[in-house]
């Protein structure tokens, strides 16, 4: 390899055949590429030269803090060329500076230049520091054994938001120390400084107690673990278990300090308790026995409120907590708490009735009132799920607003730090693609794009208010997610999307352009072998209708990431199959797949639809009740689309009333014969879906008098329910069906007492 000056003299001797006789990139021209910086920086200039950084380069660092800073730059350097540069105390030719002034303008934030002879990094605190030098490894090339040229760059950058987090559940399946490092060097790499680490739930106890030993030997380990579908409730027969020792997380902890994380850890309260209740069986209203939880959802057995040994109990195991993490906040749950137990316990009724509170909820709040009472006693604050506003909010108490944003506004205008992580955009255990080879997820669909465009404050606040919005974080819950690479899947690149929207300044967010840094960001990925998900390149199909029959499938990528191929026989797509030029028009029953290709390796998942060709298909509906928000798959015309839907609710073509009844009205072209009408019901009881009680087909020439054809009365049906009513001798242009809701949920089945969801799709006519 050349040094600098070998290089120089190259430049001298050659001049303009530099480029062709040493293949590098000249200062002056540098690809842009080469500053596709994630997440993108306040300002960022590129420069006439470059930097090239060799072996006899120094680090130049003269503090300790610096010194750590220019050793984990060490690290990654060694991974992608073998060998680590020297640490200097000075130096000032052929130098990466490290420095750090005392700026308090923009915490968090750092200046970079990169000059021929130097490149210098000044953080305006140490994290500063070590985010420019995070800034400083995107500016390297990303494959191993090409020249170390640094572009020649003018940084200027800080955070928009103080709090960027991540959550992950190691409760519901856990992950061993080493994988818990490498997902903190990634959060490092996107300048995110905030891990939750949810340590118990209901269905195990993960964090070492000294002074409780059977949190480690009962609460540890459930007897089996619910596999696949909830709703097919089968078990795997499997014991399993796991809990860090507190010499392990002490060691996490401070990993994670030298990347300027901070973690924070979460003991769950008063619900999400079963673990911890099976080894103390004392600790619950009903006294046991109990058993560590083996299927996901929330259960009904909470540590008591009316229990004095519970309090000791928790603020001994938050002792120990406390000594394990120095940082400021812990996360007390306290979520999804039920209170069936309480309203039954004497002790939970006779505490409601000393501390005069109104009703449970208020119980709810002195639980956490008491046990904020002491954290801050001992100078930390806690952090909360958005439930621990109902019935009163402990005074000092950081909101977690997860079931929307409501709880954050809520909290915000309370004058209450709040951090948002709502279901609709941050919960990376939904679904990311529609993929039908998708791995299971608990449901929900939340595509990069929607990550992207996230934005933490909520439009309701005022400028004042807004102020209390700390940051986001996104939630990784693991019912489905069993490993590290499954993690990863779920994790990236939505997280990558997630870094830009809690660092960047929201006014130079831009989908497209983060799109086209992310290709070369994958490369980044590929070094440090993140099993990332690779939606962005694959084929998306979306079905259009114009209201006169014609419906049309088009595809399209996110990244022109290859040629698309596709089938219309059910056949695989193969690099040599049809190319995709054009919209598909759809005129009779088939089945259309697609796929991506590049050099004829397949990238993502592939399009695999059947299309049920009926009169109706692509006409125009018209509809009566407006679905539920979230269960709305975006056009009527998509209740006659040829797609029938599948037997699970998370099918995207399905159309949910929560309560409601459905009523739609389909127009055909012109009066015609019809022979028979359909309609395709679902129904899960566990989901708290149900059949309508009834459904009936009425057709009429003018759209305005209307003659019932056919009416189907359910009584106990359930699965996916596909009705179809052969009528005779009639004719009509418009074809109305009603479908009436089977009603309030009835006493011990799951939702009881509120109203039953009702799912439509397809209305079918022949
Ligand atoms: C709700 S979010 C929960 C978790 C589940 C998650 C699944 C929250 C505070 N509680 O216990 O794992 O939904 O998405």
Same mark, same amino acid.
């Not at 230049?113 to 130097?118: E, G, M, R, Y």
């Not at 939880?293 to 409120?305: P, R, S």
């Not at 009926?614 to 018209?622: A, D, E, I, L």
């Given at each position: 390899?050349?040094?600098?000056?070998?290089?120089?003299?190259?430049?001298?001797?050659?001049?303009?055949?530099?480029?062709?006789?040493?293949?590098?990139?000249?200062?002056?021209?540098?690809?842009?590429?080469?500053?596709?910086?994630?997440?993108?920086?306040?300002?960022?200039?590129?420069?006439?030269?470059?930097?090239?950084?060799?072996?006899?380069?120094?680090?130049?660092?003269?503090?300790?803090?610096?010194?750590?800073?220019?050793?984990?730059?060490?690290?990654?350097?060694?991974?992608?060329?073998?060998?680590?540069?020297?640490?200097?105390?000075?130096?000032?030719?052929?130098?990466?500076?490290?420095?750090?002034?005392?700026?308090?303008?923009?915490?968090?934030?750092?200046?970079?230049?990169?000059?021929?002879?130097?490149?210098?990094?000044?953080?305006?605190?140490?994290?500063?520091?070590?985010?420019?030098?995070?800034?400083?490894?995107?500016?390297?090339?990303?494959?191993?054994?090409?020249?170390?040229?640094?572009?020649?760059?003018?940084?200027?950058?800080?955070?928009?938001?103080?709090?960027?987090?991540?959550?992950?559940?190691?409760?519901?399946?856990?992950?061993?120390?080493?994988?818990?490092?490498?997902?903190?060097?990634?959060?490092?790499?996107?300048?995110?400084?905030?891990?939750?680490?949810?340590?118990?739930?209901?269905?195990?106890?993960?964090?070492?107690?000294?002074?409780?030993?059977?949190?480690?030997?009962?609460?540890?380990?459930?007897?089996?673990?619910?596999?696949?579908?909830?709703?097919?409730?089968?078990?795997?027969?499997?014991?399993?278990?796991?809990?860090?020792?507190?010499?392990?997380?002490?060691?996490?902890?401070?990993?994670?300090?030298?990347?300027?994380?901070?973690?924070?850890?979460?003991?769950?309260?008063?619900?999400?308790?079963?673990?911890?209740?099976?080894?103390?069986?004392?600790?619950?209203?009903?006294?046991?026995?109990?058993?560590?939880?083996?299927?996901?959802?929330?259960?009904?057995?909470?540590?008591?409120?009316?229990?004095?040994?519970?309090?000791?109990?928790?603020?001994?195991?938050?002792?120990?907590?406390?000594?394990?993490?120095?940082?400021?906040?812990?996360?007390?749950?306290?979520?999804?708490?039920?209170?069936?137990?309480?309203?039954?316990?004497?002790?939970?009724?006779?505490?409601?009735?000393?501390?005069?509170?109104?009703?449970?909820?208020?119980?709810?709040?002195?639980?956490?009132?008491?046990? &904020?009472?002491?954290?801050?006693? *001992? =100078?930390? @604050?806690?952090?909360? $799920?958005? #439930?621990?506003? +109902?019935? /009163?909010?402990?005074?000092?108490?950081?909101?977690?607003?997860?079931?929307?944003?409501?709880?954050?506004?809520?909290?915000?205008?309370?004058?209450?730090?709040?951090?948002?992580?709502?279901?609709?955009?941050?919960?990376?255990?939904?679904?990311?693609?529609?993929?039908?080879?998708?791995?299971?997820?608990?449901?929900?669909?939340?595509?990069?794009?929607?990550?992207?465009?996230?934005?933490?404050?909520?439009?309701?606040?005022?400028? &004042?208010?807004?102020?209390?919005? *700390? =940051?986001? @974080?996104?939630?990784? $819950?693991? #019912?489905?997610? +069993?490993? /590290?690479?499954?993690?990863?899947?779920?994790?990236?690149?939505?997280?990558?999307?997630?870094?830009?929207?809690?660092?960047?300044?929201?006014?130079?967010?831009?989908?497209?352009?983060?799109?086209?840094?992310?290709?070369?960001?994958?490369?980044?990925?590929?070094?440090?072998?993140?099993?990332?998900?690779?939606?962005?390149?694959?084929?998306?199909?979306?079905?259009?209708?114009?209201?006169?029959?014609?419906?049309?499938?088009?595809? &399209?990528?996110?990244?022109?990431?290859?040629?698309?191929?596709?089938?219309?026989?059910?056949?695989?797509?193969?690099? /040599?199959?049809?190319?995709?030029?054009?919209?598909?028009?759809?005129?009779?029953?088939?089945?259309?797949?697609?796929?991506?290709?590049?050099?004829?390796?397949?990238?993502?998942?592939?399009?695999?639809?059947?299309?049920?060709?009926?009169?109706?298909?692509?006409?125009?509906?018209?509809?009566?009740?407006?679905?539920?928000?979230?269960?709305?798959?975006?056009?009527?015309?998509?209740?006659?689309?040829?797609?029938?839907?599948?037997?699970?609710?998370?099918?995207?073509?399905?159309?949910?009333?929560?309560?409601?009844?459905?009523?739609?009205?389909?127009?055909?072209?012109?009066?015609?014969?019809?022979?028979?009408?359909?309609?395709?019901?679902?129904?899960?009881?566990?989901?708290?879906?149900?059949?309508?009680?009834?459904?009936?087909?009425?057709?009429?020439?003018?759209?305005?008098?209307?003659?019932?054809?056919?009416?189907?009365?359910?009584?106990?049906?359930?699965?996916?329910?596909?009705?179809?009513?052969?009528?005779?001798?009639?004719?009509?242009?418009?074809?109305?069906?009603?479908?009436?809701?089977?009603?309030?949920?009835?006493?011990?089945?799951?939702?009881?007492?509120?109203?039953?969801?009702?799912?439509?799709?397809?209305?079918?006519?022949?």
């Amino acid at each position: 390899m050349m040094n600098k000056n070998s290089v120089l003299q190259c430049m001298l001797l050659a001049g303009g055949l530099f480029l062709a006789a040493c293949g590098h990139p000249p200062g002056d021209n540098i690809p842009k590429g080469q500053l596709s910086i994630i997440p993108m920086p306040v300002s960022v200039k590129a420069a006439p030269d470059s930097f090239l950084l060799d072996k006899q380069t120094v680090l130049v660092a003269a503090h300790p803090a610096e010194k750590q800073i220019a050793q984990l730059f060490n690290e990654w350097l060694k991974e992608l060329t073998g060998y680590e540069l020297k640490i200097a105390d000075s130096g000032d030719k052929n130098a990466i500076v490290l420095r750090t002034a005392k700026d308090t303008s923009h915490p968090e934030g750092y200046t970079l230049k990169a000059t021929h002879d130097l490149v210098t990094i000044t953080g305006y605190d140490s994290s500063g520091t070590f985010y420019g030098m995070q800034t400083l490894l995107q500016l390297l090339p990303v494959q191993k054994g090409q020249t170390l040229w640094i572009p020649g760059a003018d940084i200027t950058d800080y955070p928009r938001f103080s709090h960027r987090g991540l959550m992950l559940d190691v409760c519901r399946h856990f992950f061993p120390i080493d994988f818990i490092k490498k997902y903190i060097d990634l959060m490092a790499m996107h300048k995110l400084n905030t891990f939750h680490w949810h340590l118990t739930d209901d269905q195990g106890w993960r964090i070492e107690i000294r002074k409780y030993p059977a949190l480690q030997e009962v609460a540890s380990r459930r007897k089996e673990t619910m596999e696949g579908p909830y709703s097919d409730q089968k078990y795997d027969g499997k014991p399993y278990g796991g809990y860090y020792t507190q010499a392990e997380i002490r060691e996490v902890v401070k990993y994670a300090a030298e990347r300027f994380i901070t973690v924070v850890p979460e003991i769950e309260m008063p619900g999400h308790a079963l673990a911890a209740l099976t080894a103390y069986p004392n600790l619950g209203c009903t006294g046991g026995p109990y058993e560590v939880g083996t299927h996901w959802g929330v259960y009904d057995d909470v540590f008591c409120a009316g229990n004095d040994s519970v309090f000791l109990f928790l603020q001994d195991v938050l002792t120990e907590v406390m000594d394990l993490f120095p940082g400021k906040y812990i996360h007390i749950g306290g979520d999804e708490s039920p209170k069936v137990r309480w309203e039954k316990c004497p002790k939970c009724q006779q505490r409601i009735h000393n501390e005069g509170l109104k009703d449970e909820h208020a119980l709810q709040s002195y639980f956490i009132q008491r046990i &904020e009472k002491y954290l801050n006693s *001992k =100078g930390r @604050q806690i952090i909360g $799920w958005d #439930e621990i506003l +109902e019935g /009163g909010l402990a005074p000092n108490a950081t909101v977690m607003s997860w079931r929307g944003i409501d709880g954050g506004i809520t909290a915000a205008k309370q004058h209450h730090d709040v951090i948002m992580t709502p279901t609709s955009h941050l919960y990376f255990d939904y679904y990311q693609s529609k993929g039908k080879t998708e791995p299971l997820a608990i449901g929900g669909f939340i595509p990069l794009s929607k990550v992207y465009s996230y934005d933490p404050i909520p439009q309701a606040l005022n400028k &004042e208010e807004a102020r209390f919005i *700390k =940051g986001a @974080q996104a939630n990784l $819950w693991t #019912e489905y997610i +069993e490993n /590290g690479d499954h993690v990863e899947y779920m994790m990236y690149p939505r997280t990558v999307a997630l870094s830009e929207v809690l660092w960047t300044p929201a006014d130079k967010r831009n989908y497209d352009d983060f799109i086209q840094r992310l290709k070369l960001h994958f490369k980044r990925l590929d070094l440090k072998r993140v099993n990332y998900a690779k939606h962005v390149f694959e084929v998306r199909g979306t079905v259009a209708g114009n209201g006169k029959g014609n419906i049309q499938v088009k595809f &399209e990528t996110a990244l022109d990431s290859g040629k698309i191929t596709y089938t219309t026989d059910g056949s695989t797509p193969l690099p /040599g199959s049809n190319q995709y030029t054009q919209p598909i028009r759809i005129d009779s029953s088939c089945t259309i797949r697609a796929a991506v290709f590049q050099d004829d390796k397949q990238f993502g998942n592939e399009y695999n639809q059947s299309f049920t060709y009926h009169k109706g298909v692509g006409k125009t509906v018209q509809l009566a009740t407006t679905p539920n928000e979230s269960y709305y798959p975006g056009n009527a015309f998509m209740l006659a689309d040829g797609i029938e839907p599948a037997a699970v609710v998370s099918d995207p073509h399905w159309f949910g009333y929560s309560g409601g009844n459905f009523e739609a009205t389909l127009a055909l072209d012109s009066i015609q014969d019809i022979h028979q009408v359909g309609l395709d019901i679902y129904s899960e009881k566990q989901q708290w879906v149900y059949a309508p009680k009834q459904v009936t087909f009425s057709i009429s020439e003018d759209g305005k008098q209307f003659k019932e054809v056919y009416k189907h009365t359910f009584t106990n049906a359930s699965g996916l329910i596909k009705l179809r009513g052969n009528v005779k001798e009639v004719r009509g242009k418009y074809i109305k069906v009603q479908a009436q809701n089977a009603g309030k949920i009835s006493a011990g089945a799951p939702g009881a007492g509120s109203g039953a969801w009702l799912f439509v799709d397809e209305i079918v006519v022949n």
